[in-house]
């Protein structure tokens, strides 16, 4: 194996170029937001010592974080529309899936804005479903379980992520009911 390696070029303009290549070939908004978040770590960690934290390093890595935030941005306004669609429709599996892919936090604050985003009556109706379908899969999870105070979801054919998944949705929710209340 050789010793010598390869030095890239990258100004803000190409470093923007290629972030726009990133999110227009990508997907989904997720594959871009993982794609641009490696490409900023490359860049962080590859550059030679002697560029590293210069006024340019800082410039290039300064679009390309941009690029990520707006991707984020756009990707917790596709999960929120998607989770409000879930909660109207009442879809646990849908529910679970975004409960799955974003990070815990990613999931609340999606959940947050479409919580927000619901009409007061669609709000409330879907908080009571999540509550009302939570308290009867714990029933049938402490029936199946036989055990006090000890929840056997798969013996009551419930999967665990969908509880978990309407757990933090319900909690979520409520939290922005009994805020719309006080005001």
Not at 23 to 28: E, F, K, N, Q
Not at 122 to 130: G, I, N, S
Request: hydrophobic share 50%; net charge negative; charged share 25%.
């Amino acid at each position: 194996m050789s010793g010598e390696g390869i030095r890239l070029g990258l100004t803000e303009e190409s470093a923007a170029e290629h972030c726009r290549d990133i999110r227009r070939r990508a997907p989904g908004s997720a594959h871009a937001l993982a794609a641009l978040t490696a490409l900023h770590d490359f860049v962080a960690e590859a550059a030679v010592s002697a560029d590293r934290f210069s006024p340019a390093h800082r410039a290039v890595l300064a679009v390309i974080h941009r690029h990520a935030e707006e991707t984020r941005a756009a990707l917790l306004a596709e999960s929120a529309e998607a989770l409000a669609a879930a909660l109207r429709g009442q879809d646990r599996p849908a529910l679970a899936r975004l409960h799955r892919t974003l990070s815990r936090n990613g999931f609340w604050q999606a959940a947050t804005a479409a919580g927000e985003g619901l009409a007061a009556a669609e709000l409330a109706a879907a908080t009571d479903w999540a509550e009302a379908w939570l308290k009867e899969a714990k029933r049938r999870g402490e029936a199946a379980s036989g055990y006090p105070d000890a929840l056997d979801f798969a013996g009551a054919g419930i999967p665990p992520e969908e509880y978990a998944a309407l757990q933090d949705a319900a909690h979520c929710l409520r939290g922005i009911l009994a805020t719309s209340e006080m005001l």
